[in-house]
C-alpha cells in the first residue's frame, strides 16, 4: 500500500488550527472585533475568538469588565440572543437596553456546578451569539475542559468571568486576560493566547460607572438611580 503524500509546510502552517510560535493565530471562523483597535491588534484574528474559552481574570467587580464586552455583544445580538449564566449582580433593564435588544438578553439563574452545566447546554443548542458565565476563582480543570470542547462546536464567543485568583491555575481556554483599574481606563494583560506571548500592558477607555465598594450583590435593593450603573460595570 502507498502511503499518502506528505503535507507542504507552507499548507500546514495555512491551517487555522496550527501556528507558529512567533507569530498570531490566524484563527477559523472571523473573530469578533472588540471594538479598541489597540486591543485587536494583540488578538490573534484581530478579535475575540468564537467558538472558544475566553477568560476574564478580574481584579474587583465594577473595573468596567462588562463595558470592555459591549462593542462585541452588540455585534452578536444581532445575529443571536447573548446569554447571562449567573451574573454576581441584578441586570437592569435599562442598561443592557443601551447595548442590545432586551429580547435578545437571556438570564439564566444558577448557582454552584449548575452554572457551567446550563452554560454546556446552552451551547449545545447552537442558538446563541455570545454568551457569559462567572465562576469561582478555584474551578476544576476537568469542568472548564467541557466547557471549552462545548463552546468548540458553536460559532459563538464564550466569555468566563473569574476573580483574579484564577489566573494561577492552569486552563484551556485559548485566551486568558487579567483586568485591573487604572486611572480612567481598564488596563489589561494578556496572560495566554495562541502566539507569542504580549509583553505589555494595554490601558483602554473604558467605562467605569461605579466603584467595586458600591456594587451590591443580588437580591439588594439599590436606588433606582444607581441600579443602571450596576450592569455597566
Not at 509546510?9 to 488550527?17: A, G, N, P
Not at 491555575?169 to 493566547?193: C, Q, T
Request: aromatic residues 4%; positive net charge; charged residues 20%.
Amino acid at each position: 500500500m502507498m502511503s499518502a503524500a506528505p503535507l507542504a509546510l507552507d499548507s500546514v502552517l495555512l491551517r487555522s488550527d496550527v501556528w507558529r510560535g512567533d507569530r498570531l493565530a490566524l484563527g477559523g471562523e472571523a473573530a469578533v472585533a472588540s471594538g479598541f483597535a489597540e486591543l485587536d491588534a494583540e488578538l490573534p484574528g484581530g478579535g475575540w475568538p468564537r467558538g472558544a474559552l475566553t477568560e476574564l481574570l478580574h481584579e474587583g467587580a465594577g473595573l468596567g469588565e462588562l463595558s470592555l464586552l459591549r462593542p462585541a455583544l452588540a455585534a452578536c445580538a444581532a445575529r443571536a440572543p447573548v446569554a447571562l449564566v449567573a451574573p454576581p449582580w441584578r441586570p437592569h433593564a435599562p442598561a443592557w437596553a443601551g447595548v442590545l435588544p432586551l429580547e435578545r438578553l437571556l438570564l439564566v439563574e444558577a448557582a454552584g456546578a449548575d452554572a457551567p452545566w446550563a452554560a454546556e447546554h446552552l451551547l449545545a443548542s447552537g442558538a446563541l451569539g455570545a454568551l457569559l458565565l462567572w465562576l469561582p476563582a478555584r474551578c476544576e480543570t476537568r469542568m472548564l475542559r467541557r466547557l471549552q470542547l462545548a463552546a468548540g462546536g458553536h460559532a459563538a464567543p464564550v466569555f468566563v468571568l473569574r476573580p483574579a485568583g484564577g489566573a494561577a491555575g492552569a486552563s484551556p481556554a485559548v485566551l486568558r486576560m487579567a483586568l485591573d483599574g487604572a486611572p480612567e481606563a481598564l488596563r489589561v494583560r494578556i496572560l495566554k493566547r495562541r502566539g507569542p506571548p504580549c509583553g505589555r500592558a494595554l490601558n483602554l477607555a473604558v467605562a467605569r460607572p461605579l466603584a467595586p465598594a458600591r456594587l451590591r450583590p443580588r437580591g439588594a435593593n439599590p436606588p433606582l438611580a444607581r441600579r443602571a450603573q450596576v450592569v455597566g460595570a
